[in-house]
């Protein structure tokens, strides 16, 4: 079953706004992923923000989570036309096994106009 | 900075045929994931291996194997394609040293006609 559902699945908005996207999941989680694609090309990792953690920065991003509520959100300030991507939050439940998979949401499609 | 790096990055195949995917991780990377991606989903998580044992199972269907080598090299084959095998494949690395972050592979476009 799907672990994270994105919101919105489509985003358009102008160069230079903010672009705010959301994810839920379902169970619990050590950590939290947020990773870009570019139309059929590969998966870029943005920022993991572990589950004691309720906000993270790293350059024009910035990532909550709320474990009580099981979501989380990718805020992408000044955007560009570069930010043009699909952004997908990923899970990982690491119970200690090994390397777990990552359970991906469907993503949301960004497209930032110039 | 060294990257996952997959070959081949194309490949056509035709139904019930066989392909095998390769896979090398970032140097000193210990683990090593596959996922698959079909047309406009998300990537849903096949197998991983730590330490050339197999650590985590999605996914996967029993007509794919995969295995991980002395270098740390992973590859994935596929027996019996299917029209529905069509998708991209990614593998991603990462140091289970630190904080689990994957890093992945551009991918295998593997098409099935």
């Known amino acids: 079953s799907q672990q994270g559902e994105e919101d919105p699945q489509a985003l358009s908005i102008q160069e230079g706004e903010n672009a705010t996207m959301n994810c839920s999941y379902k169970?619990?989680?050590?950590?939290l992923q947020w990773y870009r694609q570019n139309s059929g090309r590969g998966l870029v990792h943005l920022i993991l923000i572990r589950s004691n953690e309720r906000e993270k920065h790293s350059g024009r991003l910035r990532v909550t989570l709320d474990t009580s509520k099981k979501s989380s959100s990718l805020l992408i300030t000044a955007s560009r036309a570069a930010d043009t991507a699909s952004y997908f939050c990923a899970t990982g439940m690491y119970s200690g096994g090994g390397a777990d998979g990552l359970t991906f949401g469907k993503g949301t499609h960004l497209i930032i106009q110039p | 900075a060294a990257g996952v790096i997959q070959s081949p990055r194309h490949l056509i195949k035709e139904k019930r045929e066989t392909a095998t995917l390769k896979c090398y991780p970032i140097?000193?990377?210990?683990?090593v994931y596959w996922y698959q991606q079909g047309p406009g989903q998300d990537p849903q998580f096949l197998i991983s291996f730590y330490e050339k044992m197999q650590s985590d199972k999605g996914s996967i269907p029993d007509r794919f194997s995969a295995q991980q080598f002395s270098d740390y090299h992973s590859e994935l084959n596929m027996s019996s394609l299917e029209l529905g095998d069509s998708a991209l494949y990614f593998c991603?690395?990462?140091?289970?040293?630190?904080?689990?972050?994957?890093?992945f592979g551009p991918g295998t476009r593997l098409t099935v006609t």
């Open positions: 169970t619990s989680i050590n950590n």
């Open positions: 991603a690395s990462s140091y289970s040293g630190n904080s689990y972050e994957q890093y």
């Open positions: 140097p000193r990377h210990d683990t």
